[in-house]
């Protein structure tokens, strides 16, 4: 049975910083594409950053520089390192391991950017 359980949101004053977690089971973890996507209130789904299995990473313009994405294929975790909080990068962030045609999905963890 395959899990993605991330973990590591809450509630961060703007300019804070959160790192988020996302721990993977029942797949060849190394294989994986890891993306991390978020959903804000009332918004799409939207892609934030993205790891491949060789460590090439990407990343949406508007987390550019402040979001760091990264793996530990020995722990099957993908990190996702976000820095210079704003009040729009509230949302809900999943984490999302794709390889050809399979593609898995965690629940999902609330990030939330308020003073």
């Known amino acids: 049975q395959v899990q993605l359980v991330e973990s590591g949101g809450g509630l961060v004053q703007p300019g804070g910083s959160l790192r988020l977690s996302c721990v993977a089971s029942?797949?060849?973890?190394?294989?994986?594409?890891m993306d991390w996507y978020r959903q804000p209130p009332g918004k799409q789904r939207e892609l934030v950053a993205g790891?491949?299995?060789?460590?090439?990473?990407n990343y949406a313009d508007s987390v550019k520089g402040r979001f760091t994405v990264s793996r530990d294929n020995a722990k099957k975790t993908v990190y996702l390192q976000m820095n210079s909080l704003k009040p729009e990068d509230t949302a809900v962030y999943y984490c999302?391991?794709?390889?050809?045609?399979?593609?898995?999905w965690g629940q999902g963890t609330q990030v939330t950017v308020s003073s």
């Open positions: 790891i491949t299995g060789g460590r090439s990473t």
């Open positions: 029942g797949i060849s973890f190394s294989l994986y594409r």
């Open positions: 999302n391991a794709v390889l050809s045609s399979d593609a898995y």
